[in-house]
């Protein structure tokens, strides 16, 4: 059996799938953060059934390609659970009476419960059972509230005889069962509704939204350097240090096996950024100076996302967004893109048009750092003084802007204007936020770990055959005569194919001027995306595109890498 | 009562919506969301240099890019949405 969950955007579909199968999955508060199927299992009886997260849509007339693969997804099911926004019946309704056309057997989950009270909206169950003429479970996924009762409820589901009904005849069924169901009381302005009136008005919106961000910054740096100098670096100094100098002892201080465990000793002591060992800086990296930024980037995120925060942001940078060809509403994958490209890439889907999709992937793929590539840049060149992180992200943002224009006047198509609903203000829920951030957090380590200890393994083997002396001879004159940097450089480089963490802490040991670390870490910024990147940009973009957007990416990466070289 | 469009409406003024200037594809997307002639709206805040309208319809905040607000017309008066 195959089990549906549709319903309109944000109502909180994945929250209520997430509680049927226990497969968890990311789930936040604004329209679209679901945008691909997602499978699960669970029983219904003694049968087990197959449940699948489709992404919210208004309508099943196809108005969007999202519409049209929620509408051919439909053919493939054979039970639907409806997921309503009980604060939102009339609206929601339409698509229950749309669904129900289709002649298949239906429930209609009546979530987000609670709000319907302190919202003064009074809602008659049991007369909107008999005019669906399906079985109508009120549930709060957040709480786990009539769960229970909607998985019992599954069985019973019916496909009563239903009219196909044209447009207006829909609205005007769906006014007539309102008119019956619902009862709303006046209430007063709440304080969540002021707060979401000024967050959306050009000068007090503009001003909180600038404290937000600004907050949101010194907050991820709070919590990421305390992680660091409290608890990482104390772990490995203090526990990790001791182990590895015996072990360096016990292989002699040098050798083959010495280097790709250890690394190359910097004045005859270890030292975890440089030494470039499996052991060394292959666990230092991603642990201490890596992961504590994930933590604290994605815990932000999340605040931000469950919230509710994120469109109101959408509604104010719109203005902004449509000078780089883009509508408000593509900064979502934008600030996904400074925890992880990858996801941020996937995220361009709740942008309507292709071409919007290009610019969008093509900019976060270039100017859009991701978390661990920012933590290692924190790292490296914040050592030298704040001022040189500040001409990085000065850079970066300058190229998102010039570039984001050329493409608008550039690229073909169109972009569309917005059009989002901005859900109401939550408070996160605190299980399902804490769950967010252990998904992603473990995501990171599951992915990136094997590929860092991959890359730095390769790095080793390389160096010992000397192939990478022979590509730095090659690219010298690309590396040393336009980016000004030593030609050991584009080892760094070309590992940022694989791990951009990594490959800035490559160059470390390279003793560049702090100019010289500028322009690195530009220059790994913009070129190529890693190999994870690449990967969902063909799956998105599609080879042609792909081919575009890597050209646009080289050509930028040498044009912005050659100025600065000039410039500092 | 004035007729005017959504665009030209001020923000916290009332007002329903008698028609919308466009085809299908506009009118259609726009009624996903509620947003159809007869419904009464409230607009809450307008942005500078033609930047998105929001407005409260049924319930639900609805964010609207300035071009097509401006083919949202609505018959301004004193109705709560």
Redesign the interface.
């Given at each position: 059996m195959k089990v549906l969950l549709m319903g309109n955007p944000n109502v909180g579909k994945s929250v209520i799938f997430s509680r049927l199968t226990g497969v968890r999955v990311i789930t936040s508060n604004y329209p679209g953060t679901t945008v691909s199927y997602t499978h699960g299992q669970m029983k219904v009886g003694d049968e087990q059934a197959e449940v699948i997260d489709v992404p919210g849509t208004y309508t099943l007339e196809p108005t969007s390609e999202a519409e049209e693969v929620a509408r051919q997804m439909l053919e493939t099911g054979d039970v639907v659970i409806n997921v309503v926004n009980a604060t939102n019946l009339e609206r929601n309704l339409y698509l229950t009476l749309q669904l129900l056309e289709q002649k298949i057997p239906m429930v209609v989950a009546l979530n987000m419960w609670d709000d319907t009270r302190h919202q003064g909206i009074d809602i008659d169950l049991d007369k909107l059972r008999e005019m669906v003429g399906v079985p109508v479970v009120p549930t709060v996924a957040t709480t786990g509230e009539g769960i229970k009762e909607l998985v019992e409820s599954l069985p019973k589901a019916v496909s009563p005889d239903t009219p196909v009904r044209t447009h207006d005849e829909r609205w005007a069924a769906v006014g007539g069962i309102i008119e019956q169901v619902q009862r709303v009381s006046h209430r007063h302005h709440t304080w969540r509704e002021r707060l979401s009136d000024a967050t959306v008005r050009p000068i007090s919106g503009g001003l909180i939204a600038l404290v937000v961000l600004a907050a949101s910054f010194i907050v991820v740096r709070f919590i990421g350097e305390s992680l660091i100098g409290y608890v990482f670096d104390p772990l490995f100094n203090n526990l990790w240090l001791p182990v590895l100098d015996r072990l360096s002892d016990l292989l002699g201080g040098g050798g083959f096996l010495h280097t790709v465990l250890i690394g190359s000793l910097i004045n005859g002591n270890i030292d975890f950024v440089q030494s470039f060992g499996l052991l060394s800086s292959g666990l230092y990296v991603p642990f201490a100076m890596v992961l504590p930024y994930i933590v604290s980037f994605y815990l932000i995120l999340g605040l931000l996302e469950d919230t509710g925060y994120l469109p109101r942001l959408a509604v104010l940078m719109d203005t902004v967004m449509h000078r780089v060809g883009l509508h408000g509403y593509a900064i979502i994958p934008t600030l996904l893109g400074f925890g992880c490209n990858v996801p941020a890439v996937m995220a361009t889907r709740i942008l309507e048009s292709k071409r919007e999709r290009f610019i969008a992937a093509t900019l976060i793929s270039i100017a859009v750092p991701c978390a661990a590539l920012q933590a290692m840049i924190f790292g490296l060149v914040g050592a030298r003084g704040w001022q040189y992180v500040a001409m990085v992200y000065g850079t970066l943002f300058a190229v998102w802007i010039v570039l984001g224009i050329i493409m608008r006047l550039a690229v073909r198509g169109f972009t569309p204007e917005l059009l989002i609903e901005i859900p109401p203000y939550r408070l996160p829920p605190w299980r399902t936020s804490l769950q967010k951030l252990w998904m992603r957090t473990y995501g990171f380590l599951k992915e990136a770990l094997p590929l860092i200890l991959g890359a730095i393994f390769v790095i080793n083997i390389l160096h010992s055959l000397g192939v990478f002396e022979a590509i730095a001879n090659f690219t010298a004159p690309v590396v040393t005569g336009i980016f000004g940097l030593p030609k050991e450089a584009v080892t760094a480089i070309a590992i940022g194919f694989l791990r951009k963490d990594v490959a800035v802490g490559m160059l470390a040991p390279l003793a560049l001027t702090s100019g010289q670390l500028v322009v690195g870490s530009v220059v790994l910024s913009m070129f190529f995306p890693c190999v994870a990147t690449f990967v969902v940009l063909l799956r998105e973009l599609g080879l042609l595109n792909l081919l575009k957007s890597v050209a646009i990416m080289i050509l930028s990466a040498l044009v912005v890498g050659g100025l600065l070289n000039l410039i500092l | 009562m004035p007729v005017k469009s959504l665009g030209q409406l001020r923000?916290g003024e009332s007002g329903k919506i008698i028609r919308i200037e466009g085809g299908h594809?506009i009118i259609?997307?726009?009624?996903?969301?509620?947003i159809?002639p007869g419904r009464n709206i409230r607009k809450?805040?307008?942005?500078?240099?033609?930047?998105?309208v929001?407005i409260e319809v049924?319930?639900?905040?609805?964010?609207?890019?300035?071009?097509?607000a401006s083919r949202i017309i609505v018959e301004a008066g004193n109705t709560s949405p």
């Open positions: - | 923000a594809g259609n997307r726009l009624a996903a969301l509620d159809r809450l805040s307008s942005s500078f240099i033609r930047g998105p929001t049924n319930r639900a905040q609805v964010a609207i890019g300035f071009g097509m």
